[in-house]
Structures are given as C-alpha cells and as structure tokens.
C-alpha cells in the first residue's frame, strides 16, 4: 500500500508563501505522477499542481506564476511552493500519487492539510 503523509500547512497573511510537503512510502512503479489538489468548502477537488518523474510539470491558470511544484526522486518526495498567496487560495490540499498502468489507473490521497490565506 502507498501511504502519503503532508506536512506544511498553516495560516498565513495575504501576500505569504507556505511550501507544502508530502513524503511517499510503499511500492511506487516507475510510471506514475505526483500531484496537489485542493478543496475549498462548497467546491469540487480541482487540480492545482502536478509533475511527472522526468520533471514535465503542469498547473491550474489560477496558480500560474505564483506556485511551484517539484519532487525529489530520491525520497518520493512532492513539493509546492506557494508565493504572492491570496485569500482564494485557501482550501485543504490534498497530496496525489497516480499510478499508471497500461489497463487501468490507481489514486492515492494524503490527509490533508489546511491552508489558510486571511488578514
């Protein structure tokens, strides 16, 4: 089983940054991608960051310019960055590990931590 566990959220003033970490334990495939989502109260769970093994990265149009994910290989572990942080932002990010297989595709979610953009 693939446990992932978060650490780095909090509360933070308009203008902020918080980095974001989610370490990877357990039998992770070659292929896969490791990613950040969010869910803010009423929302749907949207996509905010991923990035694949070899570094090809993508982001939400609302994170554009202000966040940054990254990953050390080493450790399976994900990073986000997150600069110029505005009270939108606000949400529980949710690490993600996909796994790709030829059939068929396997989630797997951290906690959760909250991230909190206030005055």
């Known amino acids: 089983q693939v446990q992932l566990v978060e650490s780095g959220g909090g509360l933070v003033q308009p203008g902020g940054s918080l980095r974001l970490s989610c370490a990877a334990s357990?039998?992770?495939?070659?292929?896969?991608?490791m990613g950040w989502y969010r869910q803010a109260p009423g929302k749907q769970r949207e996509l905010v960051a991923a990035?694949?093994?070899?570094?090809?990265?993508n982001y939400a149009d609302s994170v554009k310019g202000r966040f940054s994910i990254s990953r050390d290989n080493t450790k399976n572990t994900v990073y986000l960055q997150m600069n110029s942080l505005k009270p939108e932002d606000t949400a529980v990010y949710y690490c993600n590990v996909k796994l790709l297989f030829t059939d068929r595709n396997y989630d797997y979610w951290g906690q959760g931590t909250q991230v909190t953009v206030s005055s």
């Open positions: 990035i694949r093994s070899g570094g090809t990265t």
């Open positions: 357990g039998s992770i495939f070659s292929s896969y991608v």
